[in-house]
């Protein structure tokens, strides 16, 4: 992968070029990157090891935790179930090494829609994941769930 997108190996090289000695790259995408008269700080490929490259690009795609060398994301997967006091957050959040207790929590309609949205996934890789959060949220709208207000605890059978 280079710049967030992918290809063969023969594509990858067209598309990223070769590395110049002021630094910019005579690739596809500088190419049409220019028109548009931008430039390249950096540009990888996964798997690839470059002290200079890493440090500019930092360790982040599209806002999300990127290791280019080993080319995984990294989620941070923090639920926050409990109410904020004048927009401080009271409690801690529950982790993965907390996950129990989340059978713990009375989860409402008004926690669930909160979860739902407070993932950032801009590449839909949690989607798998997260559609069963959705699924649920979209249950408690159907006709005999139809009483619940936004702090009614979602009943047990729909969990």
């Not at 839909?124 to 997260?130: Q, V």
Request: proline share 4%; charged share 30%.
């Amino acid at each position: 992968d280079d710049a967030g997108t992918g290809g063969s190996k023969e594509q990858v090289a067209r598309f990223r070029g070769t590395r110049r000695e002021d630094g910019s790259y005579d690739g596809t995408f500088s190419q049409i990157l220019g028109l548009g008269k931008l430039d390249i700080k950096a540009m990888l490929v996964s798997g690839e090891y470059d002290k200079e490259a890493l440090e500019k690009l930092g360790d982040q795609v599209l806002g999300i935790k990127y290791k280019v060398v080993e080319d995984k994301f990294f989620f941070l997967l923090e639920i926050h179930v409990f109410p904020k006091k004048r927009g401080i957050r009271t409690e801690e959040p529950i982790s993965l090494n907390s996950l129990s207790d989340l059978a713990t929590i009375n989860l409402t309609p008004r926690i669930q829609v909160g979860l739902v949205n407070s993932f950032y996934d801009p590449l839909g890789l949690m989607c798998p994941w997260l559609i069963k959060f959705k699924l649920l949220l979209k249950k408690t709208t159907e006709p005999e769930y139809k009483h619940l207000t936004w702090d009614d605890k979602i009943p047990d059978q729909l969990g």
